[in-house]
C-alpha cells in the first residue's frame, strides 16, 4: 500500500525555538496533503489542508502565522511551528492523498513534539 | 456541519469474545465514512471505509462494520478479538464527491479498545 513518513517521529525543542516536521509521500504524487494534531486520548484535529503550489488553507482558530505549512513539491509538505511553546506539545499526524478527490487518503505515522 | 459521536470511550473485552464499537454521524448531506485504528505512539491505519454501494463492508484484520442510513449510524464490529486488536479506533465522515467532499476527515472522539487474556 501507498505510504506517508513524517520525520522526525520524535522532537524534543526549547520554548521559543522553531522546528519543522515532514511529510513524505514516499511511492505516489500528493496533491493534498492534510495536518492534524492530536492531544493525548483525544482525537484528531484538522489544522489545515495544502494543495501543492498553493497556500494552505487554515482551520478556524489555527494560527496560520505560528504553524508554517509549506507544500512546495507532490511528495513534500513541512509543518513548522514557530516560536514554540509547551502548549504545543502535541502528536502531529499528516495525511496525504494522491490525484483527486475521492482517492484514498493515507496517513503518516505522526510526530511527537515536546517543547521545554 | 457534519459530526460524529463515537458513544464508548472505553470497551473491555476478554479475548475472542466479539465486540461492537458504535458510532453515529450527523450530516444533512450524503457522506462517505470510516474507520480507522491507531496503536500506541502511531499514526493511523485505514481499516475500511463506506463510499457507496452494500451496506456491509469488510476490513482488514476481521472487523466488518454496517452503515445504517435511517439510524445514521456505522458500527464497527468483529466476532473475535485478539489481544493485538488493543488499540484506539476512530470513526471519521467525510463529504461524499457530489458535495465537493472527501477532502477533509471529521473524526470522532474515539474508543479505547482494550482486550484482557
Known amino acids: 500500500g501507498a505510504v506517508v513518513s513524517q520525520h522526525p517521529s520524535w522532537v524534543i525543542c526549547k520554548s521559543g525555538t522553531s522546528v519543522k516536521i515532514e511529510c513524505r509521500s514516499l511511492?505516489?504524487?500528493?496533491?493534498?496533503m492534510f495536518w492534524y494534531r492530536q492531544f493525548p486520548k483525544q482525537s484528531l484535529m484538522l489544522m489545515a489542508t495544502?494543495?501543492?503550489?498553493?497556500?494552505?488553507?487554515?482551520e478556524q482558530g489555527v494560527e496560520k502565522d505560528k504553524f508554517l505549512i509549506n507544500h512546495a513539491s507532490l511528495t513534500l509538505s513541512t509543518l513548522t511551528v514557530t516560536s514554540a511553546h509547551p502548549e504545543d506539545s502535541s502528536f502531529y499526524i499528516c495525511?496525504?492523498?494522491?490525484?483527486?478527490?475521492?482517492?484514498?487518503?493515507?496517513f503518516g505515522e505522526g510526530s511527537w513534539l515536546t517543547v521545554v | 456541519a457534519q459530526s460524529v459521536t463515537q458513544l464508548d470511550s472505553q470497551v473491555p473485552v476478554f479475548e475472542e469474545a466479539p465486540v461492537e464499537l458504535r458510532c453515529n454521524y450527523s450530516?444533512?448531506?450524503?457522506?462517505?465514512l470510516f474507520w480507522y485504528v491507531q496503536y500506541p505512539n502511531q499514526g493511523l491505519q485505514l481499516l475500511l471505509k463506506?463510499?457507496?454501494?452494500?451496506?456491509l463492508v469488510k476490513g482488514i484484520n476481521g472487523f466488518e462494520a454496517e452503515f445504517n442510513k435511517s439510524q445514521t449510524s456505522f458500527h464497527l464490529r468483529k466476532p473475535s478479538v485478539h489481544i493485538s486488536d488493543t488499540a484506539e479506533y476512530f470513526c471519521?465522515?467525510?463529504?461524499?464527491?457530489?458535495?465537493?467532499?472527501?477532502?477533509?476527515?471529521?473524526f470522532g472522539a474515539g474508543t479505547r479498545l482494550a482486550v484482557h487474556p
Open positions: 511511492d505516489f504524487q500528493a496533491t493534498t
Open positions: 495544502s494543495n501543492e503550489g498553493s497556500k494552505a488553507t487554515y
Open positions: 450530516s444533512s448531506v450524503s457522506v462517505y
Open positions: 471519521a465522515v467525510s463529504l461524499s464527491i457530489s458535495f465537493g467532499g472527501y477532502n477533509k476527515l471529521i
Open positions: 495525511s496525504a492523498r494522491p490525484g483527486q478527490a475521492g482517492n484514498t487518503i493515507y
Open positions: 463506506y463510499l457507496s454501494g452494500s451496506t
